[in-house]
């Protein structure tokens, strides 16, 4: 039996994304939802709520992304765990170097609340595919 997405961590910055964002997750998506405000946040939370998927912000101050996605790849606990990036900076080799970093998709702000759920559920999707397919 495949995995269902139900919980979900958002690292964001911005507190007025990351309450577009929780009201998008939690109320229209019904996902369990935990919020950071920063890569240090993540990595200290991250364990303890075991998230199915991490929404990640690119551009954030003190630890980018790209190094929190590095930090939560480099821990036993936390490897596994899918991540997708959210940001402006989506030009296509940008997207490229998401990808080439480890994750799994990439979302560009500014998204759509009420899309946002779909949209999730179709990259958890593609990587349910995509796993059934190397094995």
């Known amino acids: 039996m495949e995995p ?7 690292v964001e910055d911005d507190p007025d994304i990351r309450a577009i964002a929780e009201l998008a997750l939690g109320s229209i998506g019904g ?15 991250v364990p303890g ?16 992304g790209t190094e929190t996605l590095e930090r939560l790849k480099g821990k036993p606990d936390t490897t596994d765990i899918p991540v997708v990036f ?8 940008e997207v490229e170097e998401y990808r080439n970093n480890g994750a799994i998709d990439v ?3 500014p998204f759509d609340p009420i899309e946002l759920p779909y949209k999730i559920s179709c990259i958890w999707q593609n990587y349910l595919s995509e796993r059934r397919a190397t094995r």
């Open 4 to 10: 269902k997405l139900r919980r979900i961590t958002y």
């Open 107 to 109: 979302i560009i702000k």
């Open 86 to 93: 959210l940001t402006a900076k989506a030009q296509k080799h």
């Open 31 to 45: 996902y369990a939802v935990d919020l950071c405000a920063s890569g240090h946040e993540a990595l200290e939370k």
């Open 49 to 64: 709520f075991s998230p199915d998927l991490i929404l990640l912000d690119v551009m954030m101050p003190g630890m980018d």
